[in-house]
């Protein structure tokens, strides 16, 4: 093995604000030898993919972003409350560029297989220009949201105009002025309907679910709030890090039917006026995702809203939301306003459902014909793992990933699996539940301590027990039971794509509990997995 050593240390894969950190940590700190690809042209991951109209985050910017970085953590990116697509990706450049990752990161290069040898504990590479490279570790930060979901509908390729999804925006296209039709109103589908209804000549919506949105109080961040966000921004960290989704609050610890009905109102409406989803859901009351009376009390009062704001009441009707309000929360500009829109039409997919796509646009089951010059899919993603399921991934004895998630995906931690040594995902299945940011920055720092743990201890070969794996799955499970976010189908718990195994793919117990459950396992010497020389481990971690 000395005589032959990998090429890399480490192996990154994705050039997303998880790629990114894990190179700076692994490089930078540990000194290791690293290059991270990215079937991107670009770095940024979701950030120079999704280049949509209205693309922007709906966290608010002062927490997403890097924390790490605290020369610049003090200046808020871009100019508003939110950060643009643009902004957030020139702030990733300028990332790249400030810690010189740049000349490690081989773009347009999309990795196909990987493969892992047992004697000497090494992972084999094979990107899909047919380059195949050697590394000791390799850490996939491939994004919980980065493999598209086109759904299957009837003559889709017969559309003669312009077919595209949010996840793929082509850089050149331009909807201002013409006939666009959209499909899907999730966070994507509404962020764009905002966008696309002041420029498009006509925008028709194709509805299948209507959805839960609350104002997002975008607006500048005005030069007093700099000023105080510069004085402040620490605190505000120190807060992240011990609160439940790391949003930059603290989260309500008070029951909704502990309150009065009229207080309860007050409280909402406090929340509907500072804008933000995460904030309406969370530090309004303590039990919205949880208690089905509470759950119903939010729920209408944003149906009170729908009704308030459209003006046509057959529209009202149609974006009226019911069920559970137990998806991602959802936050705009001005969602509900849009449909008050001449150039707006909306289609109610569950009365009237597409009956194909045809050369010209779409049919409905009404027989209308939509002709369009856009045709925008915002049908979302297979979250966690679709794209690793689109890879030939093959760890101890052969075994395929694939195969290894056969009855739904899981991991222990959100990080790692049996069988796959020395593979460590970055918001793999059954990652913590939060704002992304400082959940990436958690799993990529406690990743790279493991890896430093190893190469310090001369046990290089690391693998997660197969108890481990199924012990963390069931709690994820078990958790996820009291939440009603596994009650409705999403992308959340698989159930948004058709054939999918449902299980809620996150740990929804908490950052502040995960970073605590982080470690306790690391204080315990990694519990739960077993540091070794290669085919010398002291115990074998499979039965
Ligand atoms: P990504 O940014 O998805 O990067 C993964 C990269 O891996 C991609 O560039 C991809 O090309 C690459 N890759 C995948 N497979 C391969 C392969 N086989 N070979 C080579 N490269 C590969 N989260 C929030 O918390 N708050 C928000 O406000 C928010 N806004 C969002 C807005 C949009 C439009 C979307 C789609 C997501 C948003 N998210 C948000 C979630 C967002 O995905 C994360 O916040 C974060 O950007 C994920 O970073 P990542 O590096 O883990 O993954
Ligand atoms: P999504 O939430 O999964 O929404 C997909 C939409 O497509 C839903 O409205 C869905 O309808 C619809 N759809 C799917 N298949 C369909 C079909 N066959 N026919 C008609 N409609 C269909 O995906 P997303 O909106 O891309 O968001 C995914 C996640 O990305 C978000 O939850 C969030 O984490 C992140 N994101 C964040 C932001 C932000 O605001 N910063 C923006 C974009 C994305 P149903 O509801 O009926 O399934």
Known sequence: ??????????????????????????????????????????????????????????????????????????????????????????????????????????????????????????????????????????????????????PDIKGRDSFQGRMVHTATWPADLRIDGKRVGIVGTGSTGTQFICAASKTAGHLTVFQRTAQYCVPNGNRPISAEERAEYRANHQKIWDGVWISYVGAGFQESQVPAMSVSAEERRRIFQKAWDKGNAFRFMLETFSDIARDPAANEAAAEF?????????????????????????????????????????????????????????????????????????????????????????????????VALRDHWKDGAGSYLGIACNRFPNMFMVFGPGTVFSNLPPGIETQVDWITSLIKTAIDGDKPCIEATEDAERTWTSTCDEIAEHSLFSKVDSFINGGNIPGKKKRLLFYVAGLAAYRQKLGEVAGAGYDGFVLGAPMQREEQPTA
């Open 302 to 398: 944003i149906r009170s809203k729908v009704r308030e704001i459209v003006k046509d009441p057959e529209t009202a009707r149609k974006l009226m939301p019911t069920g559970y309000y137990a998806r991602r929360p959802i936050s705009n500009e001005d969602y509900y306003e849009s449909f008050n829109r001449d150039n707006v039409a909306l289609v109610s997919l569950k009365e009237n459902p597409i009956r194909e796509i045809t050369p010209n646009g779409v049919v409905t089951e009404d027989g209308a014909e939509h002709d369009l010059d856009v045709l925008v899919f915002a049908t979302g993603f297979d979250a966690f793992d679709g794209t690793y399921k689109k890879m030939e991934i093959r760890g101890r004895g052969g």
């Open 1 to 150: 093995m000395a005589d032959n050593p990998p090429e890399f240390d480490a192996i990154v894969i994705g050039a997303g604000m998880g790629g990114i950190y894990a190179l700076h940590k692994l490089r930078n700190e540990l000194g290791l030898r690293v290059r991270a690809f990215d079937r991107a042209g670009g770095i940024g991951g979701t950030w120079w993919w999704n280049r949509y109209p209205g693309a922007k985050s709906d966290s608010e910017g002062l927490v997403y972003r890097f924390s790490f970085d605290k020369e610049t953590l003090g200046e808020p990116i871009g100019n508003n409350r939110y950060i643009d697509q643009a902004d957030m990706q020139a702030y990733l450049e300028s990332v790249v560029d400030k810690f010189d990752l740049r000349k490690d990161i081989q773009l347009d290069t999309g990795i196909d297989g990987m493969s892992f040898d047992e004697a000497t504990a090494v992972w084999t590479v094979s990107t899909a220009e047919g380059e195949t490279l050697t590394a000791r570790y390799v850490v996939s930060a491939l994004g919980p949201l980065s493999m598209e979901y086109y």
